[in-house]
């Protein structure tokens, strides 16, 4: 079941956070649990349920250009099993259907990139130290259909 979590979904959401690999979270510095409520309560998350239990989140923000994907995990012991594609999916069908969308992803992370090209999004730039010192952060986008 996909959904937009609310305040109550908060503990299932940080402990998903918690529940991330160290490289996942050096990435992601940025993200404490107070982004996270943030986030929240601005609404623009949605979330994947399995047999009553969270299983999957993506943050995003709707800006002027595009929507921008800010951050997106998956439980790490139910990864790799499709949950984040039917999420993701359902993402760009009805939430970006007609919208240009943004993100980035570690250099150092081959399995997001690879996961992001199957959905249609191509490079389109590098921000060198974007994650720290050597670094760097890769930039796709997709545009609408």
């Known amino acids: 079941m996909i959904f937009v979590p609310s305040a109550s979904d908060f503990a299932e959401i940080d402990?998903?956070?918690s529940e991330l690999s160290p490289a996942i979270k050096k990435w992601n510095s940025h993200i404490t649990s107070k982004?996270?409520?943030d986030e929240l309560g601005r609404g623009k998350v949605l979330a994947l349920k399995s047999e009553n239990?969270?299983?999957s989140v993506l943050f995003y923000r709707d800006q002027p250009e595009a929507l921008e994907v800010?951050?997106?995990a998956t439980r790490q012991r139910?990864?790799?099993q499709g949950y984040m594609s039917t999420l993701f999916r359902y993402f760009l069908q009805s939430e970006a259907?007609?919208?240009a969308v943004w993100l980035e992803v570690h250099a150092e992370n081959g399995v997001a990139q690879k996961?992001?090209?199957s959905f249609g999004f191509e490079q389109v730039g590098a921000r060198p130290h974007y994650y720290g010192a050597n670094q760097t952060a890769?930039?796709?986008s997709k545009q609408p259909l």
């Open 115 to 117: 996961f992001y090209l």
């Open 53 to 55: 239990s969270l299983v």
């Open 138 to 140: 890769i930039l796709f």
């Open 70 to 72: 800010m951050f997106l």
């Open 15 to 17: 402990c998903l956070f």
């Open 78 to 80: 139910l990864q790799n």
């Open 35 to 37: 982004w996270l409520l």
């Open 97 to 99: 259907s007609n919208r």
